[in-house]
């Protein structure tokens, strides 16, 4: 069976409300920002261009690979069946359209082949950095959906979906260069044994895995090809970023990690959050001198890292439409005093310990599977110089998947909570414009 949850009434229920929000959602926006709006406005075009037949044509200004304009062109030719009207071809409305299908259709199918659990699909499907961008014309939507269609398939494990799986990570790699590290994580999650001798057994776990490795070619052959493509690919570009490669220059900025677990916490409270979880992190850290010791050091490196290692990308500065620009100028670096931002250190501790206890005690993974996704995430982040909420959509969603079984409570609560903050942002987005000075003819908006 494809759902094996209980409550799966409720579930359906559910589900019939977010694709109602989701429905009226799409008409509110379309209604009050019909023009491409941010980097829309390099994405639109670019899908237009395609829909023209000018596939040569490019945009030097997008970074990005050419998945989303040719899910953008497959949707129009196909949406013009269904609506003869020339206007609506390759239209701004039309191409989020296809954003919308992969959020209310693809994504939550990709997560029930995985979970086989609706509840957790619609929780998913409901996330605010993710569900925010189902309604405008950006990438993250469908490069979320290839990495977990690529998951969802392998684990049919069978040598025609292994092959496919490849494919759909390979694919995912259109939309985003750095899913190319999700797609060797997709690799490992897929060779990791689903009966493990030991579960805390690191040495038994990486032979079994090795062990996979050489007798599953039918997994090792196609992603290894998939990394081979990719490394042929960057040596022709010259690097991993197209088009304008100056302001996405890789370098070292770990404190990006201490960033994911400030949204890491303030997403997924209702997951984890109990009376008892707080003691234990406190009995953890403060019961013994031991304990305190370590947490007085931890805290110590991370305030190092944040005084020798933060990077300020310009971009940071100088944008007062994405809500990272008021977190940054609030949270993580106050203006108010030199050494506000270290006021931070222990809620980054906090979220750091949380996710990755969280990971070990109540996913039912392995300590090399959790190992290599801590990896990814750092392979994905630590290189980016700039603090940008959408970094950290896979990473979450992967983590999401790897819990255990959520209480059914746990997981309303977490719907509900990613719902209303849907709703604050988008009433925010639609309803509290406002002018930058020399752009009178132009609205801005607040986004994540």
């Known amino acids: 069976m494809l759902l094996r949850e209980e409550g799966t009434g409720a579930a359906i229920a559910r589900h019939v409300i977010n694709l109602g929000l989701a429905s009226w959602t799409f008409k509110m926006v379309q209604d009050r920002v019909p023009l491409p709006y941010l980097d829309e406005i390099f994405h639109i075009p670019q899908a237009q261009k395609y829909c023209m037949g000018e596939f040569s044509s490019w945009d030097p200004k997008i970074t990005t690979p050419p998945g989303l304009y040719i ?48 509840s957790t699909a619609d929780a998913i499907c409901s996330f605010p950095l993710l569900a925010f ?115 996405h ?62 990077v300020i990308h310009p971009f940071i500065l100088a944008d007062n439409r994405h809500y990272t620009f008021y977190i940054w100028r609030r949270l993580i670096s106050p203006s108010y005093h030199e050494h506000a931002k270290f006021l931070m250190v222990p809620v980054y501790h906090l979220g750091i310990w949380t996710f990755i206890t969280t990971l070990y005690q109540t996913s039912p993974t392995s300590w090399v599977l959790t190992t290599t996704f801590i990896g990814a995430i750092a392979a994905t982040l630590v290189p980016s110089p700039l603090f940008e909420a959408r970094y950290y959509i896979v990473p979450y969603i992967v983590w999401r998947l790897l819990q255990g079984r959520i209480e059914p409570r746990r997981e309303w609560a977490e719907w509900v909570w990613y719902s209303l903050i849907n709703l604050l942002t988008f009433y925010v987005f639609l309803n509290y414009g406002f002018k930058w000075p020399g752009y009178d003819d132009e609205i801005m908006r607040f986004m994540w």
């Not at 949707?75 to 013009?80: I, N």
């Not at 590290?181 to 990791?192: D, G, K, N, P, Q």
């Not at 032979?207 to 490795?213: I, N, P, S, Y």
């Open 71 to 118: 899910i953008g062109y497959l949707h129009s030719y196909l949406f013009k069946i269904f609506s003869p009207d020339p206007d609506t071809f390759c239209s701004v409305k039309t191409l989020r359209h296809a954003n919308l299908i992969g959020l209310i259709a693809f994504l939550p199918l990709a997560v029930v082949m995985i979970k086989k659990s609706l």
């Open 133 to 247: 961008f189902g309604f405008l014309y950006y990438t993250d939507v469908w490069s979320t959906v290839f990495i977990l269609a690529a998951m969802a398939v392998g684990l049919k494990e069978s040598v025609y979906t292994n092959v496919l799986s490849a494919v759909l990570a390979g694919t995912s790699i259109l939309f985003r260069q750095t899913n190319v590290v999700w797609a060797a994580f997709v690799a490992v999650y897929l060779l990791h044994p689903k009966k493990l001798v030991d579960k805390n057994n690191f040495v038994e776990d990486i032979l079994q895995l090795v062990q996979r490795a050489i007798t599953t070619p039918s997994i090792t052959i196609p992603y290894g090809l998939v990394g081979a493509l990719f490394l042929a690919f960057v040596q022709y570009n010259g690097g991993i970023a197209l088009g304008d490669k100056s302001n």
């Open 249 to 310: 220059v890789a370098g070292v900025n770990i404190p990006q990690l201490f960033y994911a677990s400030l949204f890491f916490l303030f997403f997924s409270w209702p997951i984890w959050l109990s009376p008892t979880f707080i003691r234990r992190y406190l009995n953890f850290h403060f019961r013994s001198p031991m304990g305190l010791a370590k947490y007085i050091l931890a805290c110590a490196v991370i305030a190092g890292i944040i005084e020798k290692l933060t």
